[in-house]
């Protein structure tokens, strides 16, 4: 399958416009289920879910049933599931992180305090863990409750790969696998379940959106280095402040000399950076070519992505879903 021509908002713009209905009624629902008695909780929930961010998960889980026939209204409330785990792997992934903006905006955490972050985080898991059992499928619970654990597993690795330089890229490429991927896969194959379609379709599915969520995550983390605060949204910088050992700094790393592999040492194992610590960084990431790299495998992956899409046929859905691998990509441009 060819590449969509590079696209940017616009590939997220065509998609939002095919399921549109579906997202209205999908986002109602999200604002439905953050109710509680309990103040806090729908202050807190609204905050990090009205904080922006594009829906992009849910919104691949509208365009896969669309896109595999499905004519019910099952992936709706499925949606609205996958978008509660995200948002409460996002509050507590800030505490652990001790992030102060989230989208350009102040944190949950830094806002509200980490407590209540993580404790509205388990209410959000609850809420999902409720709508995937309204959905009465065991297949459906199992693939998101297995992503659930899967993207903890991938938060807990990342934890105790930080600050550790010596980290492999396979050890990485198990973070990413975890913390990202495993939920845009489940998020695009239960697309394929609610529309029971046969198991090749699936698996199609389940390669689009892990592939996708490899190259979305690539193309995060050689941001972290490259971009302006304004246009990524968040604080430039926080993978290097925390000692996160991303793709970028790996290939830097290796390709760097004695006294460039020192200062790795020094400013993420050590954590002793002083202010023009991150310049230096960046300025060794994009002398050994570790940013044009780091972006190249992610469009590997998108490759691997649409591949993935073949064996479906042509369609405006289809098109949209190919163009958001461009609209991952081209973050990055």
């Not at 590449?3 to 986002?27: F, H, K, M, S, Y």
């Not at 065991?138 to 903890?152: C, E, F």
Request: a negative charge; proline letters at 3%.
């Amino acid at each position: 399958m060819k590449r969509p021509a590079a696209g940017g908002e616009d590939a997220l713009t065509a998609l939002i416009a095919l399921v549109q209905a579906d997202l209205e009624a999908c986002n109602r629902l999200i604002v439905q289920r953050m109710h509680s008695p309990v103040a806090l909780i729908p202050q807190l929930a609204a905050h990090i879910v009205a904080a922006g961010g594009k829906r992009l998960r849910p919104l691949l889980t509208l365009a896969a049933a669309q896109l595999c026939g499905y004519r019910g209204d099952r992936h709706v409330a499925l949606a609205a599931c996958v978008e509660f785990i995200h948002t409460a792997t996002l509050l507590h992934d800030d505490v652990v992180d001790e992030s102060s903006l989230r989208r350009g905006q102040a944190s949950a955490n830094a806002l509200f305090g980490n407590k209540p972050s993580v404790l509205v985080g388990d209410f959000l898991f609850a809420r999902a863990f409720q709508l995937m059992t309204d959905d009465g499928s065991l297949k459906v619970l199992g693939i998101l409750s297995q992503a659930a654990a899967t993207i903890a597993e991938g938060e807990v690795l990342q934890l105790v790969t930080q600050n550790d330089i010596s980290t492999t890229e396979a050890q990485y490429l198990a973070v990413i696998e975890g913390k990202t991927a495993a939920l845009f896969a489940a998020a695009t194959r239960i697309g394929a379940v609610v529309a029971d379609r046969p198991e090749a379709e699936e698996r199609a599915l389940d390669a689009f959106g892990h592939n996708l969520g490899i190259a979305f995550q690539l193309v995060d983390d050689a941001l972290d280095y490259a971009a302006e605060q304004e246009r990524l949204g968040k604080t430039v910088g926080d993978d290097f402040r925390e000692g996160k050992i991303t793709l970028p700094v790996l290939l830097a790393h290796a390709r760097g000399d004695a006294a460039e592999r020192e200062f790795w040492r020094r400013t993420l194992e050590d954590k002793e950076q002083a202010p023009e610590d991150l310049a230096r960084a960046q300025e060794l990431i994009e002398r050994h070519g570790a940013l044009r790299d780091t972006v190249a495998r992610a469009q590997g992956y998108g490759d691997a992505a649409l591949e993935a899409l073949a064996v479906f046929p042509d369609g405006p859905v289809r098109r949209a879903l190919a163009g958001i691998v461009a609209f991952c990509i081209a973050r990055a441009r």
